[in-house]
């Protein structure tokens, strides 16, 4: 008995402090008005913009979802655990939510619409195209890449004309490298499953964002990445708490 009181305790403590908890955020004015991100954890996002509450891989992991904002849209990148939480999903979905996933997610979560990279859809006015996400270097034990081409998607919004780049989890591939014309862009920073600091540089360096939050960077040396880009003044570097 007193073990079940003792779980019943932690419990209820977990819950207080996940209650308590603050997200950071930023503002970003687009030509629709104020574009409003919330920092969730790992790779979880919420854009709050024109009316629309949009949740990027939401995942249990890093919130109780029932706490959060129900989605008018939802975009999952692919069908690992940490992005593609049917648990997160259904806490946040109703009848008029779109959700937008990659064929593997669809498999875990039997709603939505599955765009595969390389498609361009309008939907509520919101222009989304998709991208492969991949890793070309890391790979599992037997020669598989953590993530295959095909199978995960990266995906690009364009919100009032704010053009923003959500990477999912990828190395510096050749398609994001030719990007143009990205505002903001969110690059995954971790091994062995994404990217090191220096291929997050290379890739910005590359297609120059105006302003790049590395995200999914658990214990990554967030100041590494600083250093690499010191001396490219066209991308603003900015780190939050995930």
Same mark, same amino acid.
């Given at each position: 008995?007193?073990?079940?009181?003792?779980?019943?305790?932690?419990?209820? &403590?977990?819950? !207080? *402090? $996940? /209650?308590?908890? +603050?997200?950071? $955020?930023?503002?970003i004015q687009t030509s629709?008005?104020?574009?409003?991100?919330?920092? +969730?954890?790992?790779?979880?996002?919420?854009?709050? &913009?024109?009316? =629309?509450?949009? %949740?990027?891989?939401?995942?249990?992991?890093?919130?109780?979802?029932?706490?959060?904002?129900?989605?008018?849209?939802?975009?999952?990148?692919?069908?690992?655990? #940490?992005?593609?939480?049917?648990?997160?999903?259904?806490?946040?979905?109703? #009848?008029?939510?779109?959700?937008?996933?990659?064929?593997? /997610? %669809?498999?875990? &979560?039997? $709603?939505?619409?599955?765009?595969?990279?390389? $498609?361009?859809?309008?939907?509520?006015?919101? =222009? @989304?195209?998709?991208?492969? !996400?991949?890793?070309?270097?890391?790979?599992?034990?037997?020669?598989?890449?953590?993530?295959?081409?095909?199978?995960?998607?990266?995906? @690009?919004?364009?919100?009032?004309?704010?053009? @923003?780049?959500?990477?999912? #989890?990828?190395?510096?591939t050749p398609e994001m490298? /030719?990007?143009?014309?990205?505002?903001?862009?969110?690059?995954?920073?971790?091994?062995?499953?994404?990217?090191?600091?220096?291929? *997050?540089? #290379?890739?910005?360096?590359?297609?120059?964002?105006?302003?790049?939050? +590395?995200?999914?960077y658990g214990k990554s040396?967030?100041?590494?990445?600083?250093?690499?880009? !010191?001396?490219?003044? !066209? *991308?603003? *570097?900015? @780190?939050?708490?995930?």
């Amino acid at each position: 008995m007193k073990g079940i009181v003792l779980s019943l305790v932690a419990a209820l &403590w977990a819950l !207080a *402090v $996940q /209650a308590q908890k +603050v997200f950071p $955020q930023d503002t970003i004015q687009t030509s629709n008005g104020p574009l409003v991100i919330t920092f +969730v954890g790992h790779a979880s996002l919420i854009f709050n &913009w024109h009316g =629309e509450v949009i %949740h990027i891989d939401p995942s249990s992991r890093e919130a109780n979802y029932y706490q959060l904002p129900q989605a008018t849209m939802i975009f999952v990148t692919h069908h690992h655990g #940490d992005h593609c939480d049917p648990a997160s999903l259904k806490a946040i979905t109703t #009848d008029k939510t779109k959700t937008f996933m990659s064929s593997r /997610a %669809h498999e875990k &979560w039997n $709603q939505g619409m599955v765009l595969r990279p390389g $498609q361009t859809v309008t939907v509520k006015g919101i =222009e @989304i195209t998709t991208l492969p !996400a991949y890793n070309i270097e890391h790979k599992r034990d037997d020669g598989t890449p953590y993530h295959v081409k095909g199978e995960c998607n990266s995906y @690009i919004l364009n919100l009032g004309g704010t053009r @923003i780049f959500i990477g999912g #989890d990828t190395e510096n591939t050749p398609e994001m490298k /030719a990007l143009t014309n990205i505002d903001i862009a969110f690059l995954p920073m971790n091994l062995p499953y994404t990217m090191t600091p220096e291929m *997050v540089a #290379d890739a910005a360096k590359a297609f120059k964002p105006k302003i790049l939050y +590395v995200y999914h960077y658990g214990k990554s040396d967030t100041n590494h990445l600083r250093e690499l880009m !010191a001396d490219e003044k !066209a *991308v603003e *570097v900015r @780190i939050k708490r995930m």
